[in-house]
């Protein structure tokens, strides 16, 4: 590990234009759907296909992430969702695209992203000390989070100049030099139990119990899908947020996303800067309160009050960049490494499904409370879970520093 900060420069390199260019022509077939078909219920099944494979493949991508060589899964990964892409900047550049090609084509890259990220994610502890996993999980926020602000930006700029095909392709760009980043880094493969026989419903069980061995691990894991229940069916309001409650205009719905994208920049960039003696736990808890806190704030505002929704945003922003880079490396510090693919793969099942219902929900929480009434409400219980997360002494254990 004494030359992991070489290693991780090379990786992250390839990584950020990867995910720049994912993320840029993901908005720009947002944009295509949007000018196509008009309709909200098309963009939302087009983000439930985006979604649903990855998470019921979840459980069962993990346990082969953690047979198989990872590195090699996250080339191969990175290849199958750059060949769905040329497929579908094909379909396009022979002007016979229809929708449901889209749907499906979004799904197949699903597929790949299930075995990519958690993949990742899972290599990181075998690459660098494990004092220094926070920070690393710090610096990933800040790529995602420069992604996250830059991305529409460009899509929307390119989908205007350049026709659809050509701009799908950018995505196989950064895939490629993803791959090639990877090729020039050794990622070691954690060390398999002797006479282990494989068996995919038998290794599953197995990451299911690492984490409920653990009583402490396992408040927090329930504790963070609770939040992220609440939390989606807010993240999707925000545009009706400032249209409606605040009488706002496309310029402020963009610039509202900019905002949380520099908050979650400001919070990465803070947790990747040194190495704190914190406990983790707390500062997960606290963000809790902290982003629940903004989002009831922001539903009890005056329709004037969109200068408070813009700063309350920035800070959620940096609130949810401490609480993912903090997570990350809890668990990446007290999974053992042969089953953290599993874990990562799992958790991240048990947290698109409620991303998945916050989706179908929309309807519910701006049509029969209100979307004033919906931030103050998912607000409120948020914070509700921070405040209970605080009488577990078994999670506040987990990661209590001398």
């Known amino acids: 590990m004494e030359n992991w900060k070489k290693v991780f420069a090379i990786i992250w390199t390839g990584q950020f234009l990867s995910i720049l260019t994912?993320?840029?022509?993901?908005?720009?077939?947002?944009?295509?759907?949007s000018m196509e078909t008009g309709s909200a219920e098309m963009l939302a099944w087009a983000a439930i296909a985006a979604m649903l494979p990855q998470a019921l493949l979840g459980p069962v991508t993990g346990v082969?992430?953690?047979?198989?060589n990872r590195k090699a899964?996250?080339?191969?990964?990175d290849s199958f969702i750059a060949f769905c892409t040329i497929i579908m900047s094909l379909l396009f550049w022979l002007e016979v695209a229809e929708m449901w090609h889209i749907f499906v084509l979004l799904a197949f890259r699903s597929v790949g992203s299930a075995f990519h990220m958690p993949a990742m994610q899972a290599s990181i502890p075998l690459l660098a000390p494990q004092e220094q996993l926070t920070r690393i999980a710090g610096v990933s926020q800040i790529i995602g989070s420069v992604g996250?602000?830059?991305g529409p930006a460009l899509g929307?700029?390119?989908?205007?100049?350049?026709?659809?095909?050509?701009?799908?392709?950018?995505?196989?760009?950064?895939?490629?030099v993803a791959c090639?980043?990877?090729?020039?880094?050794?990622?070691?493969?954690?060390?398999?139990?002797?006479?282990?026989?494989?068996?995919?419903?038998?290794?599953?069980?197995?990451?299911?119990?690492?984490?409920?061995?653990?009583?402490?691990?396992?408040?927090?894991?329930?504790?963070?899908?609770?939040?992220?229940?609440?939390l989606m069916p807010v993240s999707v309001l925000f545009p009706l947020m400032t249209l409606?409650?605040?009488?706002?205009?496309?310029?402020?719905?963009?610039?509202?996303?900019?905002?949380?994208?520099?908050?979650?920049?400001?919070?990465g960039a803070v947790m990747g800067a040194k190495v704190y003696k914190v406990n983790r736990v707390v500062l997960v808890n606290l963000m809790y309160l902290l982003i629940g806190a903004t989002f009831a704030l922001s539903g009890v505002l005056s329709p004037n009050g969109f200068v408070l929704f813009v700063i309350l945003t920035a800070i959620a922003g940096v609130s949810g960049a401490v609480y993912n880079s903090s997570f990350t490396a809890l668990v990446q510090t007290h999974i053992r490494p042969e089953a953290l693919g599993r874990v990562f793969s799992m958790f991240y099942t048990f947290s698109i499904?409620?991303?998945?219902?916050?989706?179908?929900?929309?309807?519910?929480?701006?049509?029969?409370?209100?979307v004033t009434t919906s931030f103050i409400v998912c607000g409120v219980i948020i914070m509700v879970v921070g405040i209970v997360s605080f009488t577990t002494p078994s999670a506040i254990r987990l990661d209590k520093r001398e």
């Open 156 to 176: 929307a700029l390119f989908i205007t100049i350049w026709d659809m095909e050509y701009v799908l392709l950018l995505d196989v760009v950064g895939a490629v």
């Open 148 to 150: 996250n602000i830059a």
């Open 180 to 230: 090639l980043s990877l090729l020039f880094v050794h990622i070691p493969n954690p060390e398999k139990a002797e006479g282990h026989t494989p068996h995919v419903f038998k290794e599953m069980k197995e990451g299911l119990m690492t984490v409920l061995r653990s009583r402490g691990l396992s408040w927090i894991f329930l504790f963070s899908i609770l939040v992220t229940l609440f």
């Open 244 to 267: 409606e409650h605040f009488q706002g205009n496309a310029f402020q719905v963009s610039l509202i996303e900019v905002i949380w994208g520099v908050g979650a920049l400001l919070g």
């Open 64 to 68: 082969f992430i953690d047979r198989w």
């Open 22 to 33: 994912s993320i840029l022509v993901n908005f720009a077939v947002i944009l295509w759907i």
């Open 353 to 370: 499904i409620p991303s998945l219902v916050g989706l179908v929900g929309i309807g519910f929480f701006a049509d029969s409370l209100g």
């Open 73 to 77: 899964i996250m080339i191969l990964a």
